[in-house]
């Protein structure tokens, strides 16, 4: 029986054929990908017609978040360059997975990140992975600006989605969904804030579609945090606010590429308001046993609003008249223990007392 050699299981190993890699590209790798495709009987049914509903939970991937599948990417491509150091801006997710993939590569790793709105777990990952951190007094939009000029110089590769590598490693998503469900889905849903992942995981639809390995491709249907919403207002927000930090963005990089996505898909962009979000945090841990982080959680509390929603017709609903037996997958990009403030701060957790004993503690649970 073959076996995949135990150094190299990740994205670009799996998808090497369709990647642009050669055999002199150094892979710099932590095995990220292979995310697990969770089918969610309530999710179903609350669909109704015959539906299917798939969580691809990219929370499980080396760092946390589906970054590390562009950060395998942009990094080797930057080791193969000779690069020796990397800078990126960030709402928390990205500057884990460069630090981590820096690290890996033997390159310095520095994060730009706007002051005080990173979730602590973010920034935990940031130091702990070993990268120069540096909080600046601006928004990621201001970060990513910085970044952009800083690049300009030969001394840093920036790992923005801005690299198109980024985008090469997260459109590996799309091919294991293809994959395992044998097809493209009918819709796919996921969050949006600066928009590289909307963008990557068309291309790897289109590509896959392309080469004869689906029939169809997915209506791309995105969500945006209302106070963070640029795309679905067509309007840059100068001040983003949203409890979802990872998508606290209001001039999104890969804004035209997102809506050529949703126009080419038959798709849409559509908002969440942050109630909706946390709403859809708890339901999916409670119901499916998934714990995500906000950001992640525009696409389940999308879907919910599209179920409850009774405009119609609507024009940017992606439910509402689908066939009957349409396959849907929602994409949640990270994991729920970056963000343990988020639901920790707007819902009591408190545990029930009681004394050390066995009697205490069946007598506290009523029994
Ligand atoms: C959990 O880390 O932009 O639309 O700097 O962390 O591809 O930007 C994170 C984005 C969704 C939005 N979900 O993806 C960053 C950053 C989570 C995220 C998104 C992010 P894009």
Known sequence: MFRQPLHDRGVISRYR???????????????????PLIHSAKLSALTGRGCEVFIKYEGLNPTGSFKD???????????????KAVICASTGNTSAAAAAYATRAGMECV????????????????????????????????????????????????VNSINPFRIE???????????ELGDAPDIHIL????????????????EYAAMGKATKKPRMTGFQAAGSAPIFYNKVVEHPETVATAIRIGNPASWDQAKAAIRDSKGSIDIV??????????????????????GSAASVAGLLKCLDCHREPCATCPVRGIPEGSTLVLTVTGHGLKDIDAPLKHRSFAPLQAANSMEAVLHTLGY
């Open 17 to 35: 054929s369709f990647l642009p890699v050669n055999d002199t590209t150094p892979v710099v790798s932590l095995n990220e990908g292979s995310t």
């Open 69 to 83: 599948r562009g950060m395998t990417m942009a990094m080797s491509k930057a080791a193969e360059a000779g690069k």
């Open 111 to 158: 994060v730009l990140l706007p002051a005080g709105k990173i979730s602590a777990g973010k920034l935990a990952q940031a130091f702990v992975y070993g990268s120069k951190v540096i909080a600046i007094d601006g928004n990621f939009d201001d970060a990513l600006d910085l970044v952009r000029k800083i690049g300009e110089r030969d001394d840093f590769e920036v």
């Open 169 to 179: 490693g997260q459109k590996t998503a799309s091919f294991e969904i293809i994959d």
């Open 191 to 206: 969050p949006v804030g600066n928009a590289g992942n909307i963008t990557a995981y068309w291309k790897g639809y289109e």
């Open 273 to 294: 308001t942050d109630q909706e979000i946390l709403d859809a945090q708890a339901w999916l841990a409670a119901n499916e046993g998934i714990f995500i982080e906000p």
